[in-house]
């Protein structure tokens, strides 16, 4: 049995479409998809079409990710108009509205802009606004198509909305092989390389025969007492200063699965051209330009910003601009 995981696409189709492309060819048995669809990047529709129209017709395994639920909450209000706050988070109502119909056409390249609150990384900031709350519904009266169509905006909110935290099926052993976003421990709490023994043990437990993750955008292949840990990296934004998009080909063969990080170039230029044509720079604000900053070096950065700046910005005493100027420049990045 041969199983394709990708997670982490954020909103990249250039990259998207050259891992659906490598899946297709390599024929697995069935294909899993761990969440971060959507948010930190310039076409949020197309991806989203993409995903959501293969997954119904071919029984993709389909969760959650920290970064839908962001959009979700924030794309039905629940923030400010103006302000520190609805300057750092309109990234993520962009991304909603794309999502929604409620600018440009199906299908076409998105036009408007947004930032994200959280980020995937160690850090639970204080100023990441985070919430388990579940966004009001769409008024269905609204749209004239079918919810159940994907092609429908009514019909691209309600799937998300309706993803599950975790997909789980039975392998051919009758042993459990279980997706999360993150970890057992929420979907902002991340599998990283360089986590303990204990700390893995934590995050899986209780544990299957194999888990797998996506979120921090580092891929990783680990095995804990019994159980094979595998975060599948990003295909939109990797983290781990290799900017080729990532997913996992997993096999079971003789009695055992094995697991391999697939790493795939692709043009990211024209990808970095999206996110100046689609307006996502240009109606996203600074705070936007730090997501950029992120794919274009392939590392994460948005932690560290809030880490030295979300106070000041926040609180008023600093320009988000101003603040992105100097945070770049403290990283040596040319913004
Ligand atoms: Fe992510
Ligand atoms: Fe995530």
Request: aromatic residues 8%.
């Amino acid at each position: 049995m041969k199983i394709a995981v990708f997670a982490d696409v954020h909103s990249n189709l250039d990259a998207l479409e050259t891992v659906l492309d490598h899946i297709d060819r390599w024929r697995p048995d069935r294909v899993l998809c761990a969440g971060d669809i959507i948010n930190r990047g310039p076409n949020p529709r197309a991806c989203t079409e993409r995903v959501v129209r293969r997954a119904m017709a071919e029984d993709w395994g389909m969760i959650c990710g920290n970064h839908e639920r962001y959009v979700l909450k924030y794309g039905k209000g629940n923030l400010p108009d103006h302000g520190p706050e609805f300057e750092i988070i309109r990234h993520a109502k962009w991304t909603y509205d794309q999502l929604a119909g409620q600018t440009g056409q199906a299908g076409q390249a998105d036009r408007t802009g947004q930032a994200g609150p959280d980020s995937p990384d160690r850090m639970d900031s204080a100023g990441c606004p985070d919430s388990p709350d579940s966004p009001d519904r769409m008024d269905s009266a609204d749209c004239p198509d079918s919810p159940d169509s994907p092609d429908s905006p009514d019909g691209l909110v309600e799937r998300l909305e309706a993803l599950p935290f975790q997909w789980s099926m039975t392998d051919e052993a009758g042993n459990e092989f279980r997706m999360v976003h993150a970890s057992m421990l929420g979907d902002r709490k991340g599998i990283f390389p360089d986590d303990t023994e204990a700390a893995l043990r934590e995050k899986i437990a209780p544990a299957p025969k194999v888990l797998v993750v996506g979120h921090t955008h580092r891929p990783l292949i680990r095995t804990v007492d019994d159980a094979l840990v595998v975060n599948v990296g990003a295909v939109g934004a990797p983290f781990d200063r290799d900017p080729r998009a990532a997913y996992a080909q997993m096999t079971f063969e003789s009695g055992a699965w094995k697991a391999e990080i697939i790493r795939l170039e692709y043009d990211r230029e024209r990808a970095i051209a999206h996110f100046y044509e689609s307006g996502y720079l240009e109606d996203s604000g600074d705070f936007a330009r730090l997501i950029l900053a992120e794919f274009r070096e392939a590392r994460s950065l948005i932690p560290g910003w809030y880490r030295d700046y979300a106070e000041q910005v926040m609180g008023g005493d600093l320009p988000l601009k101003a603040s992105v100027d100097r945070y770049l420049d403290d990283c040596g990045i040319d913004g």
